[in-house]
């Protein structure tokens, strides 16, 4: 066992989205998800033992922060596996923080995968996938490479992410930033509001069933019925925002304007739809073919936003 261990991991996009929670202490959610994990956004995390400090201490992006999520994370292996002295987390976060494209994600994958390795504790990466987790739900797809599901299950056993396809079918994703600025709504208290909207079992039951039709979509590497079942997905769940008891919206007057304008290129005859998380930021999905494309008009219609390109992108990779 090397005394730093560094493991890094990409974060994902999901095109059946998780919102929504049957148990929120340990992030069981109430309907199955499957993402894409993206070669472009990472988290790099190395983790130590070290004596000398009184608690666990998290240095992001070379300061120190908050390390109370990273405390009570590392406490289910201390109370799971074996109790441990304080340890340094360092890590770099390759993702606009807390602007809806999910660093959380990257970091609790990067995260498990280095304390997975610190421990010795040689998990099958399903179980890994069960630790992540619980310290953020999407983190558990984030394990896998490519198209990950994760299948809810019903208890802290069964529920974790595995592989749907390990396989690039050369889908595109680029991304707006729309804002890189914190959210107002964390993704815990949005989903928790979100299911007391009336819509809500709506959306589970259509959520089962666009699960169903991206899965065969996926297989047949059709990417015009991806987007549109992706972006009917996710359009419904920014539409519990809005129908929840406290009503509270993700998207600015700049993402209805993006939406606009990828939905009037898809009637123009390009591959172009979009996904929303939890911000402003919009995801459009297109394929190789058409990515630069579409690129360029979206930089000459919006020139004052900054535009990434992704693709599928690789698992979590833990170097001992
Ligand atoms: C997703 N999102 O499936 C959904 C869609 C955002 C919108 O998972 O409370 O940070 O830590 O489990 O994983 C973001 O929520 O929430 C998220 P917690 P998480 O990607």
Redesign the pocket.
């Given at each position: 066992m090397s005394d730093i261990i560094t493991a890094t991991a990409h974060t994902n996009i999901?095109l059946i989205?998780?919102?929504g929670k049957e148990n929120v202490e340990l992030?069981i959610p109430t309907t199955s998800?499957l993402?894409m994990t993206l070669d472009k956004f990472y988290t790099t995390t190395s983790v130590e033992f070290n004596s000398s400090l009184a608690q666990d201490t998290l240095i992001l992006n070379e300061k120190e922060v908050d390390a109370t999520r990273v405390h009570k994370f590392l406490n289910i292996f201390r109370s799971e596996v074996a109790d441990f002295g304080p340890v340094l987390v360092i890590s770099k976060n390759h993702v606009p923080t807390a602007a809806g494209l999910?660093s959380?994600?990257s970091s609790f994958a990067a995260l498990t995968g280095a304390v997975s390795g610190l421990l010795d504790l040689n998990l099958l990466p399903t179980q890994m996938s069960r630790y992540a987790r619980r310290g953020?739900?999407?983190?558990s797809r984030s394990i896998f490479g490519n198209f990950v599901i994760w299948n809810k299950g019903e208890d802290d056993d069964s529920s974790y992410a595995e592989s749907f396809l390990d396989a690039d079918i050369e889908m595109s994703m680029i991304v707006a930033e729309v804002s890189t600025g914190a959210k107002k709504v964390s993704?815990?208290v949005g989903?928790q509001l979100a299911q007391s909207s009336p819509l809500y079992s709506k959306w589970q039951e259509d959520s089962a069933k666009q699960l169903e039709n991206m899965k065969k979509a996926l297989m047949s590497e059709d990417i015009e019925q991806v987007g549109l079942i992706a972006q009917d997905n996710a359009l419904a769940?920014h539409e519990l925002n809005r129908t929840s008891s406290q009503p509270f919206d993700y998207f600015t007057d700049e993402t209805r304007a993006l939406i606009e304008f990828v939905q009037n290129c898809y009637k123009e005859g390009l591959l172009a739809f979009v996904t929303i998380?939890?911000g402003p930021n919009v995801k459009i999905i297109t394929n190789h073919a058409t990515e630069q494309i579409l690129l360029k008009k979206l930089k000459d219609n919006f020139p004052n936003l900054a535009f990434d390109l992704a693709h599928a992108g690789s698992g979590l990779v833990i170097n001992a």
């Open positions: 999901a989205k998780y919102w992030n998800s993402s999910a959380s994600a953020s739900g999407s983190a993704s815990t989903m769940m998380d939890a």
